[in-house]
């Protein structure tokens, strides 16, 4: 039972360096997210989706960019890494229900640095 | 626009001291709020959903309640495993997740 699966789970990347962070979820969900979480800080939603072929802007989308191809993979693409970029990267998914009131399943995170 | 906001930022209390959280929100169409613990290099873990103004939810020395503008995670006779960043979210009809910036629980012995 494996839930949401990201990798890497560490990477440290130079300025100007592009990558893609990966995310699946085995669990059939429609509802995918992005975080990202800095130091002490609370989580901040950097793109979601909510099905195949649908994506939209969070709080903070400057800089990255997403797509979803499929209901289980749903990558995020760093282009030109900024030292801004350093933080922890979190993938959620939910179900969809009638009620809407169901909780995410969070993966493991992504510890991204850039220097 | 969606947004919620917890407080205090941080909590330091004695093992068996009771406090509370709060969580105040602003959304449009509230599908779910969500109470989440998280530890320290690791994800998010779900504690609680609440869905209307009334409810309450109870998992052992926790107790989640809501009302149509805040909600509060009660912390009845804590242990020092209690200790933890606590999460709030909520989910709007947009069906974005939006988190509070967490309240940090510190249990001393």
């Known amino acids: 039972n494996a839930g949401v699966t990201q990798t890497p789970k560490f990477r440290i990347l130079k300025i100007g360096q592009s990558m893609t962070l990966q995310c699946t979820q085995d669990m059939n969900h429609n509802y995918m997210y992005w975080y990202r979480q800095d130091p002490g800080m609370g989580l901040k939603l950097i793109y979601y989706s909510v099905g195949a072929g649908i994506t939209d802007k969070g709080e903070v989308p400057n800089g990255y960019n997403v797509s979803r191809s499929t209901t289980e993979d749903f990558p995020l693409r760093l282009e030109l890494a900024a030292p801004s970029q350093t933080s922890v990267y979190f993938c959620?998914?939910?179900?969809?229900?009638?009620?809407?009131?169901?909780?995410?399943?969070f993966g493991q995170g992504t510890r991204l640095t850039v220097v | 626009e969606d947004q919620v906001t917890q407080s205090p930022e941080a909590l330091r209390l004695q093992e068996g001291e009771s406090s509370s959280l709060n969580c105040s929100y602003t959304v449009s169409g509230l599908r779910g709020l969500f109470w989440y613990r998280q530890d320290p290099g690791k994800g998010p873990e779900f504690l609680f959903t609440l869905y209307s103004a009334g409810e309450e939810k109870e998992k052992e020395r926790l107790k989640a309640t809501l009302t149509k503008k805040e909600s509060f995670l009660h912390i009845t006779a804590p242990k020092p495993e209690d200790s933890a960043t606590y999460l709030c979210?909520?989910?709007?009809?947009?069906?974005?997740?939006?988190f509070g910036q967490g309240t940090r629980l510190t249990i001393n012995p």
């Open positions: 979210a909520v989910r709007g009809g947009a069906q974005k997740l939006v």
């Open positions: 959620a998914s939910t179900p969809y229900s009638g009620g809407g009131n169901t909780e995410a399943f």
